[in-house]
């Protein structure tokens, strides 16, 4: 299973917003902070704010902030909705499958199978799971500081 670049931006944001649920931040500070681009930041944020995940506010003093709680966000349904789709193998793509032992083949309900296992997985956790352990979260701020002047 590979989350894709989208889903592992998409979960660094959600992070950083409830790391610091008093600060706006913007897109570009987030994206210095990772060190990643700010244009695919961009289309993130605009999937994670149709998904009601997170708020956008326009204007000079605007910014970024959890469109929920932290406790709300889940994890399987953040996934759910930033990646473009889980065909494990060709034949879950029943538009654009080739394969011609598909239809006597025993590995989809399998994968199948451990695909609904992965996401049961992330369904158990919130944002606010991910963020829970103090000594983590201290270890990620030094990651990812930048110099107060330096924010929105």
């Given at each position: 299973m590979?989350?894709?670049l989208?889903t592992?931006?998409?979960?660094?944001?959600?992070?950083?917003?409830?790391?610091?649920p008093?600060?706006l931040?913007?897109?570009?500070?987030?994206a210095?902070r990772?060190s990643?681009s700010?244009n695919h930041?961009?289309?993130?944020?605009?999937?994670?704010?149709?998904?009601g995940?997170v708020?956008?506010?326009?204007?000079r003093?605007g910014?970024l902030r959890?469109?929920?709680?932290?406790?709300?966000i889940n994890?399987g349904?953040v996934?759910?909705?930033t990646e473009?789709?889980?065909a494990?193998?060709?034949c879950f793509?029943k538009?654009r499958?080739?394969?011609v032992?598909?239809s006597?083949?025993?590995?989809?309900?399998?994968l199948a199978?451990?695909l609904?296992a992965?996401?049961?997985?992330?369904?158990?956790?919130?944002?606010?799971?991910l963020i829970?352990n103090?000594?983590?979260?201290?270890?990620i701020?030094r990651l990812i500081?930048?110099?107060e002047?330096m924010?929105a």
């Open positions: 590979h989350l894709t989208h592992d931006y998409a979960l660094r944001l959600l992070m950083l917003l409830a790391m610091e008093d600060h931040h913007t897109i570009e500070e987030v210095q990772y990643i700010r930041l961009m289309k993130v944020t605009q999937t994670l704010v149709q998904a995940f708020e956008s506010l326009r204007g003093s910014g959890l469109g929920r709680s932290a406790a709300a994890i349904g996934v759910r909705a473009d789709g889980f494990l193998v060709e793509e538009e499958n080739t394969c032992v598909a006597a083949c025993g590995l989809r309900g399998p199978e451990a609904s992965f996401l049961a997985v992330l369904d158990r956790y919130s944002l606010a799971d829970r103090p000594a983590s979260l201290r270890r701020r500081a930048i110099e002047g924010r």
